[in-house]
């Protein structure tokens, strides 16, 4: 069973940093791919960085590529999102996702459909101050 719960998300002033957790509490961990999302008041849902299960690659959205850095701790069943330069449209309530199989072998593009992921945390609100 997966089961995700994220934490770290607050307010803070553009140009901060903020880093968003997201843990696991099933045993399956290891085994997927895992991802973030985000959705902005009046807009659909968005892919911002995925990270696979074998060799922890790293993707990303155009939109935060060279702020965001995702990365994963299988031995405490986590991943996380480090966010810096962070800007008002940021602002969003952001998703941790993780993938319907095990040992996936998406990559590419593939990291960033939604299609994949099945299970999802409860979201955790970042909001920016410009």
């Known amino acids: 069973q997966v089961q995700l719960v994220e934490s770290g998300g607050g307010l803070v002033q553009a140009g901060g940093s903020l880093r968003l957790s997201c843990t696991d509490s099933g045993s399956t961990f290891s085994r997927r791919n895992m991802g973030w999302f985000r959705q902005a008041p009046g807009k659909e849902r968005e892919f911002v960085a995925a990270?696979?299960?074998?060799?922890?690659?790293?993707y990303y959205a155009d939109s935060v590529k060279g702020r965001f850095t995702i990365s994963r701790e299988n031995a405490k069943n986590t991943v996380y999102l480090q966010m810096n330069s962070l800007k008002s449209e940021d602002t969003a309530v952001y998703y941790c996702?993780?993938?319907?199989?095990?040992?996936?072998?998406?990559?590419?593009?593939?990291?960033?459909?939604?299609?994949?992921?099945?299970?999802w945390g409860q979201g955790t609100q970042v909001t920016v101050s410009s």
């Open positions: 996702t993780a993938a319907g199989g095990i040992f996936s072998s998406a990559q590419g593009r593939a990291m960033g459909d939604g299609v994949q992921y099945t299970f």
């Open positions: 990270i696979t299960w074998g060799d922890a690659r790293p």
